[in-house]
């Protein structure tokens, strides 16, 4: 074999080896982070959970979480970012444009903040208690809103672009619904007595979400039917734009 070529071999093993290595510490702070989750919501609400029992609910040492992560802060950071992303997946999914009318999709979309503000409320609650990075100057819920608030903006450009209409209607659209729904399920939440129950509060949110987008699209020039299947209604606007082009 030629230098040059057993050089080659051993920078491929050498990368494999970092590869398998890079693989083995993300389970192992996966496991770390399912650990942490499952033990806060085990716990009463404002507890403070030590490291060594987060440690042994994962089946490692205290020690290898330390390796894993840079001090507590950053452990706690790292939680509420896994908190973040799982809750971000569960609203993507819900904001499928591909299935159910405008009111379908913001219903279903806004029933998955109410379940979980009610059905997690220890994870609620720290997710409120800091950043998902250190040095961030926003808490993780405020980090996710300006997600959501972001994926939202993103889906209505691109239907605004589908159907030829200035998206500069609905810049402020996403932010303000989002700020509103998470504002008013947290006035819910912590209600000892809520005059309404689930589902109105949701029914409620939804209604007047449609109000504010509703009232963005007319000002655009564009009506649509909230009832209708919207992809059927972006088919149709498609088309009317085409055929104006």
């Known amino acids: 074999m030629s230098i040059t070529a057993k050089r080659s071999e051993e920078s491929r093993v050498a990368s494999g080896h970092?590869?398998?290595?890079?693989?083995?510490?993300?389970?192992?702070?996966?496991?770390?982070?399912?650990?942490?989750?499952?033990?806060?919501?085990?716990?009463?609400?404002?507890?403070?959970?030590?490291?060594?029992?987060?440690?042994?609910?994962?089946?490692?040492?205290?020690?290898?979480?330390?390796?894993?992560f840079d001090g507590r802060e950053d452990l706690d950071c790292r939680i509420r970012a896994h908190l973040v992303d799982e809750f971000s997946r569960t609203l993507d999914a819900q904001l499928d444009l591909s299935t159910g009318s405008v009111d379908e999709i913001l219903v279903r979309t806004i029933r998955a903040v109410a379940d979980w503000m009610t059905d997690h409320p220890r994870l609620n609650e720290f997710a409120r208690t800091g950043p998902i990075a250190v040095g961030a100057d926003i808490d993780a819920v405020s980090s996710l809103k300006v997600r959501m608030s972001d994926r939202a903006r993103g889906l209505i450009s691109s239907i605004a672009t589908l159907i030829d209409v200035d998206d500069s209607a609905f810049d402020a659209v996403p932010f303000a619904v989002v700020t509103m729904v998470e504002g008013t399920l947290t006035q819910w939440v912590s209600d000892p007595e809520p005059t309404r129950d689930r589902s109105e509060i949701v029914a409620d949110l939804a209604r007047l979400a449609w109000y504010v987008l509703d009232g963005a699209a007319r000002s655009a020039g564009v009506i649509v039917d909230p009832t209708a299947e919207l992809s059927a209604v972006i088919a149709q606007l498609s088309g009317q734009a085409a055929r104006r082009a």
């Open 18 to 68: 970092e590869a398998r290595w890079e693989q083995h510490n993300l389970e192992r702070q996966t496991r770390i982070l399912e650990a942490a989750v499952a033990m806060l919501e085990e716990s009463p609400a404002g507890a403070d959970i030590p490291v060594q029992q987060i440690a042994t609910r994962a089946g490692l040492a205290k020690s290898v979480v330390y390796r894993q």
